[in-house]
């Protein structure tokens, strides 16, 4: 499923209207039957409802929405907040349609006439905002966040913009937003994200010729990708099908985050994994895990000392980072690695670090076989020399500069981590829960996309495949027995049997 931006689902619109011949009375007439078709789920017989109705398409909406459900016998009172003479265009034929259907619209007069509704439904604002909110939106929007009703926004909450690349001073909070055609790329970006409650997407006719007009380059990835994508062990295969990986982490006050990536390697597939570590912690990581083989290489004051232990090329993929600290024998295994490691890197946790160095960014430019980047934001933010909420602002535009630019697999990590392959698309993940905001996670998500590297032949499958596992483990411990609070690393990798079981 695509992610547009508001410039592009004006040109969708366009293109069904002008080169398919949709007219735009019809689609406004689809997506109020769609809405409330779906809205249906969220009310109750003898609820009292407002439907507060701006201008433009959402309020036209609005329009479509109030006398459907006045049709199907609801308590429905709909309140027009600009002057009648502002309603044009669709807008002003569906209002007509509504007025000449025996139903009628209030005049807004004070955020009184708000009060004692079960249910509102925002249809003011839509994807046009431009700019702060005006009056009477900014005491209308106030007042309703205010109320106890069950909220539900068409389209995108008023006062949310659709790129979700402003700062939100003020928005309709909704409990769930139907949103139409197509998910906005505000949905998947925060604050905006806060504001829409539930994401229902529903259709409202429009033709798939429509949207494939407009390159979006953003896709959601679902369980239905997963499925079409993750592939299925043959009876013949033995170990050596699934890759013989290499991890490289570890230091003597961080033993653990290598243990864990290792251990969701295994779980998640991998044929043969090797660990290497500084030799003064061996003994100790090495009776954690006793699947994997080991590679104990010298170190210093309990971090890599700078040699590399092992004839590289024998390994098919390697994951680099965890646990390892920030001492300068780390970024010298990274200097070689980016020279003359031939086949998928995997670059996660403190291997981030070096790679602010701009010797090692313009290797990392050179390099032609395939690197696989795993920051958070505060990571992404020290890649890019920027703040978190800089960022932030425009998550996916960074991402997408970033992989370009420097020719990898970024996943950005977080609510709605996001893929973005060195040509620039990207896949937004759609798993996950704040259970996941616990150390250690971030080095499970490493073994698994270790393992899922050398398991799949397409590697933005196999990174989407595996941050989408990832998400689906916590979702599944929650659901069983856990809180969003108590979800330690090793639950996740314990968790991965479970999630495997509906793929395979």
């Known amino acids: 499923m695509q992610i547009v931006t508001a410039n592009e689902l004006y040109e969708i619109d366009r293109f069904t209207m002008n080169e398919i011949g949709i007219p735009g009375i019809l689609l406004m007439e689809n997506a109020g039957q769609a809405?409330?078709?779906?809205?249906?789920?969220?009310?109750?017989?003898?609820?009292?409802?407002?439907?507060?109705?701006?201008?433009g398409n959402n309020g036209g909406d609005g329009f479509v929405i109030t006398r459907v459900l006045k049709s199907l016998g609801f308590n429905v009172d709909a309140v027009l907040i600009p002057k009648k003479e502002k309603i044009t265009g669709d807008a002003l034929v569906h209002l007509t349609a509504l007025e000449r259907s025996g139903y009628t619209v209030k005049p807004f007069t004070t955020v009184q006439c708000l009060q004692n509704y079960d249910v509102i439904i925002d249809a003011m604002l839509g994807i046009g905002l431009k700019g702060n909110l005006k009056s009477p939106y900014q005491e209308v929007i106030a007042a309703c966040n205010e109320c106890d009703a069950v909220k539900l926004s068409v389209d995108i909450p008023s006062g949310v913009t659709a790129d979700g690349n402003q700062p939100i001073e003020l928005a309709f909070k909704a409990n769930v937003t139907i949103t139409l055609h197509l998910p906005k790329l505000s949905a998947f970006t925060f604050p905006a994200r806060d504001f829409y409650g539930e994401l229902e997407v529903v259709s409202i006719g429009i033709p798939p010729k429509a949207s494939e007009s407009v390159e979006t380059m953003r896709k959601c990835w679902t369980k239905q990708d997963v499925c079409n994508s993750i592939p299925l062990r043959s009876s013949s295969s033995h170990k050596g099908d699934y890759g013989k990986g290499l991890i490289i982490g570890g230091s003597n006050s961080m033993s653990g985050a290598p243990i864990l990536t290792t251990k969701a390697s295994l779980r998640a597939g991998g044929g043969l994994i090797t660990l290497a570590i500084p030799d003064v912690i061996h003994s100790t990581v090495a009776s954690q895990v006793v699947e994997a083989m080991f590679s104990p290489w010298s170190s210093e004051l309990g971090y890599f000392s700078g040699e590399i232990g092992l004839d590289l090329s024998k390994f098919n993929s390697i994951a680099f980072g965890p646990g390892m600290g920030r001492e300068k024998g780390g970024e010298i295994i990274l200097s070689e690695l980016l020279d003359t490691f031939q086949a998928p890197l995997i670059v996660d946790a403190d291997g981030l670090f070096y790679l602010t160095s701009p010797k090692l960014k313009e290797k990392l430019k050179q390099r032609l076989a395939p690197t696989v980047l795993t920051p958070h934001s505060g990571e992404m933010a020290r890649l890019l020399n920027f703040s978190v909420k800089e960022l932030e602002q425009n998550r996916f535009e960074y991402s997408r500069k970033f992989a370009m630019e420097y020719g990898v697999f970024l996943v950005l990590k977080g609510p709605y981590s996001i893929v973005t392959t060195p040509s620039g698309e990207q896949y937004i993940n759609t798993t996950g829960n704040p259970a996941l905001a616990k150390g250690g996670t971030g080095d499970v998500l490493t073994g698994i996309i270790l393992a899922f590297v050398m398991g799949h032949s397409n590697l933005q499958e196999a990174i989407s495949n595996a941050v989408y596992v990832h998400g689906k483990a916590?979702?599944?411990?929650?659901?069983?027995?856990?809180?969003?609070?108590?979800?330690?690393?090793?639950?996740?990798?314990?968790?991965?049997?479970l999630v495997f079981r509906t793929f395979f």
């Open 35 to 55: 809405f409330t078709r779906k809205a249906l789920d969220y009310l109750n017989e003898g609820d009292k409802i407002l439907i507060l109705i701006g201008t």
């Open 474 to 497: 916590a979702e599944e411990l929650v659901a069983q027995n856990h809180s969003m609070v108590d979800v330690l690393a090793t639950d996740v990798i314990n968790a991965l049997p």
